[in-house]
């Protein structure tokens, strides 16, 4: 923590002692809710205002935007109705030609209550809105009716223009009403845009006329869960199968949906996937893959120009239903083999003068971009769009970190920031081993609220950087229940990001905010994580391990994985332990090898224990070894075998857990050989953290 801030939260904690002060003997004292996010400027002046539910307010918005508003403060707990004239009215939502400089961006709004009224002013609705979910925080509402806010002045305006919520309804699908709870929530902490994942492997989700078989089959499988779909043969069914599951949104559901978000001022982005996650599409136009055959690939193939024309028809159709000017084309994790092998493609590139599959994947999304624009319509796409070469004007979505958004803000485009790392809400948010199954990772509230999407390297293009955005991935979410609990209250996080300046956020004052949130949360129908009774980090990750092995040089005779490379080659000797994350640095990885390496101590030593811990997580095809060897040697040329373990645990074990492989007993030498063979499973993992030598 900054020395700045350090002294804001003293600051804070003096402010509200004095606020306690002024409210003791105040008949109508109200709670001190905290908002979420936090406002830019926030001063509370020590007095009450007392209204009753259906009090009267007026604006001067016209049209549409007087209606809508109308409409949303009735419907809401405070009830607020349409005066005739300002004069009648408590409560004045007024646009107002100019702000205060420091306000001057869409959504910011100045709020003031006093003893007598609620004066709110804002350039735009949004900017009346925003203070309307400020007001609905503020209020302390009481069971007759009575709502009594502090009073208070404040001035808020957004750190970013993009505020996101993503949502994957391909693994799983989730009713409408669902989506528009998620809507609900985005409003109140102010979220501005909706990213609806619409189509994947595992279900394409929204009804296209001119492709009837996408959501009469592709909508559909014979499996309930998505790891049953990915598991079982990945195939789909007619949706009048007896045991069809999944479903789709209708043009009706869609409009629906479309208009709710923007009387919330959320926009809504389809995502249509290409060219790969596309399973469902090829399995029932298979002359769209270069197999040209069923179940057999998830990409489409770039040499066929039909390609063109159905991706083409799918988004017009797309584009009509979704007035949002951001359309997202996916454009990630391509399988690009097929297209080494197919004919048409290597045509296309030849035609082309593409020189690889990178290339060749890049002219797709070009000519796609290309397309957009003719719709007046700005591309996103996940951060694999820029292999090969970023199409001019798209929007670079950086997911595997935040590289991928640096390298684009250096080309001058602009760029949300997605990291897995803080914002990926697939992740679990507590011990795995106590939360229900989820795909990895470990992703807690504070970690989330710990970031900031303007990295340091491009601080200087930081406007680029449009916004910043939580994905919620659901092959294990099968549940409405579990969505919320994934979601919340990590979106608070997310959202207080994504709002509030750095310099005024703070983490004490947010998390006791957010148990207090947590009330509303679930007096309204979510179900969020419960913060209260978090165990956090693994605690074998917390205190640095002391043993024999410790700084020793670790020799490999077979290599990790640079992506899970961990401290790399002093990772198993440095004395830390893994958390609950295997992608927290100190896990390292071994893709489809055995593992192989040998400790040097250095010199003759007595040990009487060896000791390495290994994952298995199902999702991520992070599995135990089959079995464990240990040797020792004094010339690290003959070894004695210590010890050979066999596992026991089977593969179809799905359930997070570490376990232990060791050997304890007397023995002397210098060097210690540990080995490891890997399940088998192509694609499977080895993960370890420590050899610990005693
Ligand atoms: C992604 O998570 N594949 C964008």
Redesign the pocket.
Known sequence: MTKHRANYSLMKLVYFFILSLIFVGCKDAPTVHRIIPMPQSIDYTGNSLKLSKGALFYTNLEGLGKSDLANYLELSPLGLKLAQSASDADVIFDIVPSLPDSLNVGGAYMLSINKNKIEVEAKNSAGLFYAVQSLLQLADIHTNGTIIFPTVEIADAPRFEYRGLHLDVSRHFYPKEFIKKQLDAMARYKLNNFHWHLTDGAGWRLEIEQYPELTSTGAFRPYKTWKEWWTGGRKYCDQNDPNAEGGYYTKEDVKEIVEYARQRHINVIPEIEMPAHSEEVVAIYPQLSCTGKPYTSAEFCIGNEETFEFLENVLSETISMFPSDYIHIGG??ADKRGWAKCKKCQRRMKEEGLKDVDELQSYLIHRIQAFLETKNKQMIG?DEILEGGLAPNAVVMS?RGENGGIEAVKKGHSVIMTP?EFCYFDAYQDAPVSEPEAIGGYLTLDKVYSYNPIPEEVKERGHLIKGVQA?T?TEYITTIEHVDHMIYPRLLALAEVAWTDVEKKDWESFREGVLKETVWLQANGYTPFDLNNEIGERKEAQTPVEHLAKSKKVIYNSPYSHHYAAAGDSSLTDGLRGGWSYHDKRWQGFLNTNFDVVVDLEKQTDITSVTAEFLQLSGPYIWLPKDVTISISDDGIKYTELTKIENELPTTYDKYIVVPFGWEGNAKGRYVRYQATSCGIDGGWLFTDEIVIK
């Open positions: 990630d994790e996940w997911w897995a994905n991935w």
